[in-house]
């Protein structure tokens, strides 16, 4: 009954390589987010959907894709992977409607690339 | 866009002592401002937040203060324990789109001395 849950946990790969990281939210929310956590533990926004409809595209390379399928789901994949590619991914999502700004987030997916 | 500062960066305290972290926004169309806790290898999660028509807001040991003519918000941690060492993160959003997308502050990492 996890509330927002993303997949894989670990993600080891080599450079050049392509990957995808997979999140889903049970909440109903409305909105969902790509958010990076560095090494110095920065949280970064990267990308945020409002049901299905991308609303916030930061100066994420374009190597960088997401999909939202529908508004519980939103997958993130990543193409040619480099080495500064390497930190915490972290989904999570809010319920824009009722406005608590609250952001649920998931256990963050660790992507190493070597 | 918004930035959001954030310090120190890091805070070390004896058990028992008071804790304070500050924080300062640059955009005046925020008006919603959390505050997120992040224990080691977890996920950040909210522990209290405050909008911009409060002063102050408490929740037992936390109390959060903002200053909206300064732009400047600060997290209170009274009587510390050492389940309250982690990471702290700030952060200051406004609607847009009826989401609030938050913008994270660098993040104070707390560490309380038994």
């Known amino acids: 009954d996890t509330a927002v849950s993303q997949t894989p946990k670990y993600l080891v790969t080599q450079m050049g390589n392509d990957k995808s990281i997979k999140c889903e939210q049970n909440?109903?929310?409305?909105?969902m987010y790509w958010y990076k956590q560095d090494s110095k533990k920065f949280l970064k926004i990267m990308f945020s959907y409002n049901n299905k409809e991308l609303i916030i595209n930061e100066t994420v390379p374009n190597r960088f894709s997401p999909k939202s399928p529908d508004k519980a789901h939103l997958n993130l994949h990543i193409n040619s992977l480099e080495l500064g590619d390497s930190a915490v991914y972290f989904c999570a999502s809010s319920q824009g409607q009722a406005n608590t700004g609250e952001l649920f987030f998931g256990e963050g997916s660790r992507l190493t690339v070597l | 866009g918004e930035n959001v500062e954030q310090h120190p960066s890091t805070l070390s305290v004896q058990e028992g002592d008071s804790a304070v972290i500050k924080c300062t926004y640059s955009d005046s169309a925020s008006n919603y401002f959390p505050w997120y806790k992040q224990e080691l290898g977890k996920r950040p999660q909210l522990i209290i937040d405050i909008r911009s028509n409060v002063g102050e807001k408490k929740d037992q040991r936390i109390a959060v203060t903002l200053n909206k003519t300064a732009k400047h918000f600060s997290l209170h941690i009274t009587e510390t324990q050492p389940e309250d060492s982690a990471v702290y993160f700030c952060a200051a959003s406004m609607g847009t789109g009826g989401s609030y997308i938050p913008t994270f502050g660098r993040g104070t990492s707390l560490i309380v001395h038994p």
């Open positions: 909440l109903g929310h409305d909105t």
